[in-house]
């Protein structure tokens, strides 16, 4: 990819949230038609029930995590500069900002990706819980909680693993990669034709992988055409919140533009067009019958955006962007914020005095 032109005709931060943009709608389009849910697959698989959310999942890791691994087994990508690797990260901040954002996405009903989807697709509570969560996750990032994060995050680092990369710290070395891709390929579509998962799932799922691995691929390139170089990376949507919220306090400065604006910008852009041309735009309220209260939806994004930047990323920041790089600390990550979000429902469940397990998938949505 040659960014040069349109680096010289725009500028380096334009440019970086062009990428983004683009990066972003395909990805929010991907997650609209798919209904592709990192909460829901927890949820699915916690309850034993048999639905697509699991398998749209699966599908959507295993090919972001065969694709980046094959760019790094084959030369294509160079990630040791990036965030996961360039300097000892954070294992405790994993787990705790992990388990936080976990029990926040099962009261939020969604995790972040999903919610900005939704609230391009006229889901008001989403709109209401993105909001919170970009506070919130602005306030971690560089505001009056860091000290907090600071604190959590301190406990322990990946040095004390002897390091971050997880085909080192396994001892299998560099075919630990591109065996671990094939694992979970092979697990994927097994899950995915024992449920009977639609061709159409199947590729939404897949796309949303394909993007993130994409993305990979593009900051890299670009990483290398910039003056002042940049660290490569991919999809997230922590920072790019807190990001978000600094360009609009800018004014919508120029030199305030970067990937992490373009990313929100093209998820909402593309969520939205797909939602209004296949007809799933729709004004949703916290006045539907059997919705939870506002405040729930308000404590759980509070867990998010706190938990979220405690963890370095969320499910597709930590989790996707991460994992798929094998980084120890994304893995533990995204590991803690599924198991909390089973857990957080089944506590949830009991309080309800509603069926813990069963094969009925009609009162777990993807889009909720």
């Known amino acids: 990819m040659d960014f040069v032109p349109l680096i010289d005709s725009v500028g380096e931060p334009a440019t970086a949230a062009i990428i983004g943009l683009g990066l972003g709608a395909v990805f929010g389009i991907a997650l609209e038609r798919s209904g592709f849910c990192t909460r829901s697959a927890a949820i699915e698989l916690f309850r034993?029930?048999?639905?697509?959310?699991?398998?749209?999942?699966?599908i959507g890791f295993a090919v972001c995590v065969a694709a980046v691994q094959a760019m790094l087994w084959f030369g294509v990508i160079n990630v040791g500069e990036?965030?996961?690797?360039?300097?000892?990260?954070?294992v405790s901040g994993a787990v705790l900002g992990g388990a936080l954002f976990g029990i926040?996405?099962?009261l939020a009903r969604g995790c972040v990706s999903r919610l900005v989807v939704l609230g391009a697709s006229g889901n008001l509570r989403a709109v209401f819980s993105v909001a919170v969560i970009a506070v919130t996750a602005w306030a971690t990032f560089q505001g009056p909680l860091v000290p907090l994060r600071d604190a959590l995050g301190g406990l322990m680092s990946s040095a004390a693993l002897g390091g971050n990369d997880l085909a080192a710290v396994s001892g299998i070395g560099q075919f630990f990669g591109p065996l671990f891709?094939?694992?979970?390929?092979?697990?994927?579509l097994a899950v995915a034709l024992r449920r009977g998962l639609s061709p159409a799932y199947a590729l939404g799922g897949a796309v949303a992988g394909g993007t993130v691995a994409l993305g990979w691929y593009a900051t890299y390139q670009f990483s290398g055409q910039v003056f002042d170089p940049v660290q490569p990376e991919s999809l997230s949507y922590m920072r790019p919140l807190a990001n978000t919220l600094n360009f609009i306090g800018s004014g919508g400065a120029t030199d305030a533009l970067s990937t992490d604006v373009g990313i929100i910008a093209g998820t909402v852009i593309g969520a939205l067009v797909s939602a209004v041309v296949f007809g799933q735009f729709r004004i949703r309220t916290f006045g539907e019958a059997g919705v939870p209260s506002i405040w729930r939806y308000g404590a759980g994004s509070i867990l998010m955006g706190f938990g979220g930047i405690t963890a370095v990323g969320?499910?597709?920041?930590a989790g996707f962007t991460g994992g798929a790089v094998l980084a120890v600390t994304a893995l533990i990550g995204l590991v803690a914020m599924m198991v909390f979000a089973g857990l957080t429902d089944f506590v949830l469940r009991r309080l309800e005095d509603r069926p813990l397990v069963g094969n009925s998938?009609?009162?777990l949505q993807p889009a909720e």
């Open 48 to 58: 034993n029930t048999k639905g697509r959310a699991l398998p749209v999942w699966l």
């Open 82 to 90: 990036s965030r996961f690797f360039a300097t000892p990260q954070t």
């Open 314 to 317: 969320c499910t597709i920041g």
């Open 361 to 363: 998938t009609s009162d």
């Open 181 to 188: 891709a094939f694992v979970l390929v092979v697990a994927a």
């Open 104 to 106: 926040g996405m099962a």
